[in-house]
Each structure stands twice: as C-alpha cells, then as structure tokens.
T-cell receptor
Framework: DQQVKQNSPSLSVQEGRISILNCDYT??????FLWYKKYPAEGPTFLIS?????DKNEDGRFTVFLNKSAKHLSLHIVPSQPGDSAVYFC??????????????FGQGTILTVHP | DGGITQSPKYLFRKEGQNVTLSCEQN?????MYWYRQDPGQGLRLIYY???????QKGDIAEGYSVSREKKESFPLTVTSAQKNPTAFYLC???????????FGQGTRLTVV
C-alpha cells in the first residue's frame, strides 16, 4: 500500500521556466511533509518542508503547496536551472499511532532542466 | 563536523552470507532510519528507531535485522533470508519532533 505517491516518474522543463512536481498521499495521520533532492549514488538532501497546518511555504526559488482536502502537495521551482536536474522525493511523517515518527517516501520524480 | 557516516561505500556479499552495514551519527539525534533504494524506485523503509533499545519494522523488514544499543549507532544486518539484497542502502536520522532527516552517503550492496 503506497501511502505517498509521485505519479510522474519524470519531468522535463526548459531553463528559466517553472518546474512543478506533484505528490499525493492517503494517510490522514501525516502531519508534516518534506521534499528531498537526490543525485545518483548519494544520499538525499533536504530542500523544503511544510506543516499540515499551513498551505504554503516558500524558500527562495522553492515553494511547497499543501492541499489537505485533496491530500496533495506540490513543489514549485522558479526559475528552473540546469543544476536542479536530479531526482526529487516527497516524504511524509506520521504524527501518531503505532507508527509515530515513521517517515514515508514517494517513488521519486526525475527532473531534467534543459539549457 | 556533524553528520551521518555509512560504511563501507561498496560491499560485495556471497549468496548465503550475512552482512552488516554500519551507520554512525554524531548529530545527537534520537531517531534513526534505514531505507533501501532499487533502480528506478523510491526509498522504502526497512527499520526505524525512535530511541535507544527500541526499533520498529518498516515496510520491507523481512530478511533484515537491526540493533540500537547506542544512540549514535544503528547497524543493519542483511541476512541470507533476504532474497533480493542487491540495492543501495541509506541511513538517516532526525531529532525528536523534527522532521528534517539527514542522510548518509549510502552503501551499495551487491550479491555475487
């Protein structure tokens, strides 16, 4: 049962344009959401996060939007740069219950930004 | 500098052998996690531990075992019962109630 889903395996955008990466979740016990960037053969690095009590968080070129009613979040990168090319993972933390603290990741989306 | 260290970076194992992957952190984090990444797939949770001497199974715990005797260390043993052990293994840690997980650089395990 995939509780965090990234339905787009890949995304290709032109340099300077907006990149929008999407993520859907099914577990209403998730209270915090994160986005990570990963290069091959390396560990993921944290990008940006959002609490379930907010609907938007912005950090420089990166903005995360959360729609709780739709159980959907998205990461916007504006403007996109070639160095943004990587795999992007969304992740969700479980707030309570027997799986408290469990951090669940989506399958990832490969972003390619063309010069 | 604080961080998470995984060793070794590359590991080869013969079929039928157990092997232990090391994960050490000096960030004073309470929670630690082990994930597995297969080609073209996301990160799947194997085991996680919120405090010393306590750990929980993740989504794909079969064929793996862990221990958490010290706050700094969370070794993962890949046993011979794991049918498909070849993968990239990632260790992570977080502070209590903090969600930003810090990751190690990973260990690539290959069964030969």
């Amino acid at each position: 049962d995939q509780q965090v889903k990234q339905n787009s395996p890949s995304l290709s955008v032109q340099e300077g344009r907006i990149s929008i990466l999407n993520c859907d979740y099914t577990n209403s016990m998730f209270d915090y959401f994160l986005w990570y960037k990963k290069y091959p053969a390396e560990g993921p690095t944290f990008l940006i996060s959002i609490s379930s009590i907010k609907d938007k968080n912005e950090d420089g070129r990166f903005t995360v939007f959360l729609n709780k009613s739709a159980k959907h979040l998205s990461l916007h990168i504006v403007p996109s740069q070639p160095g943004d090319s990587a795999v992007y993972f969304c992740a969700a933390r479980q707030a309570g219950g027997t799986s408290y603290g469990k951090l669940t990741f989506g399958q990832g989306t490969i972003l390619t930004v063309h010069p | 500098d604080g961080g998470i260290t995984q060793s070794p970076k590359y590991l080869f194992r013969k079929e039928g052998q157990n092997v232990t992957l090391s994960c050490e952190q000096n960030l004073n984090h309470d929670a630690m996690y082990w994930y597995r990444q297969d080609p073209g797939q996301g990160l799947r949770l194997i085991y996680y531990s919120q405090i010393v001497n306590d750990f929980q199974k993740g989504d794909i715990a079969e064929g793996y075992s862990v221990s958490r005797e010290k706050k700094e260390s969370f070794p993962l043993t890949v046993t011979s019962a794991q049918k498909n052990p070849t993968a990239f293994y990632l260790c992570a840690s977080t502070r209590p109630m903090n969600t930003e997980a810090f990751f190690g650089q990973g260990t690539r395990l290959t069964v030969v």
